[in-house]
């Protein structure tokens, strides 16, 4: 993705998107009423950068959690280093918009939800419920870290919002890695995988949108 399309993806001005209703259309009275297209997105661009953002850092996060399960430490590093790259692209699009301390201040945070993502893996793969619980209190503090920084970046955020958003896909972290080392049916992993998919993508266009909201002038 070039740079400046993250630049306009993640800038760190947030706000929350209403979701827009779907019109029904009149249809004849012989045939049953049909849904009329939703409204496009504002800032198709912006919400189609959002979503190759959140979805890059959920893949690298999986794979670093395959490469564990497989024991593959070659895997394990490759995955792992793809999670930071990711993190780091968030961080100099936050900084694109609030300069090179905002920047600095969200990979430290990003950093702090990688270490939890990171230390509840091995601990599940470990099968060390103490580990676990304390990678999870550990994910929980700083996912309202972010949803505080977030809020105070961007007045139309609310703080709470955020962080029900994000325990939402610290939860989704957590059922995958406990799937995943407790070999449940693969059914069952590819059902979480998908709510996973499908969460991150509502993150993202919530996202997009208050960005969209709050650049009116930058995002396309």
Not at 12 to 20: D, V
Not at 163 to 173: A, S
Request: charged share 15%; hydrophobic share 50%; proline share 5%.
């Amino acid at each position: 993705m070039k740079p400046l399309t993250i630049a306009c993806a993640l800038a760190l001005g947030i706000a929350m998107a209403a979701t827009a209703p779907v019109a029904l259309a009149n249809a004849p009275q012989s045939a049953p009423a049909a849904s009329a297209p939703a409204a496009a997105p504002a800032a198709p661009k912006l919400h189609a950068a959002m979503r190759s953002l959140l979805h890059g850092h959920i893949v690298a996060t999986r794979d670093y959690a395959l490469a564990v399960h497989a024991n593959n430490k070659a895997g394990e590093k490759k995955a792992a280093d793809a999670v930071v790259a990711n993190a780091k692209d968030i961080a100099n699009a936050v900084a694109g918009f609030y300069g090179k301390a905002g920047g600095d201040a969200f990979l430290k945070l990003l950093a702090g939800h990688w270490g939890g993502v990171k230390a509840l893996t091995d601990a599940a793969h470990a099968h060390d419920a103490a580990a676990e619980q304390k990678a999870m209190q550990d994910l929980t503090t700083n996912g309202g870290e972010i949803a505080k920084f977030l809020a105070s970046a961007n007045p139309n955020l609310p703080e709470q919002t955020v962080d029900g958003l994000w325990l939402e896909h610290v939860n989704d972290h957590k059922m995958q890695v406990d799937e995943m080392m407790s070999n449940a049916p693969k059914a069952e992993q590819a059902q979480t995988w998908a709510h996973m998919e499908e969460h991150a993508n509502t993150i993202a266009d919530a996202l997009a949108g208050g960005i969209a909201k709050q650049f009116p002038n930058k995002a396309d």
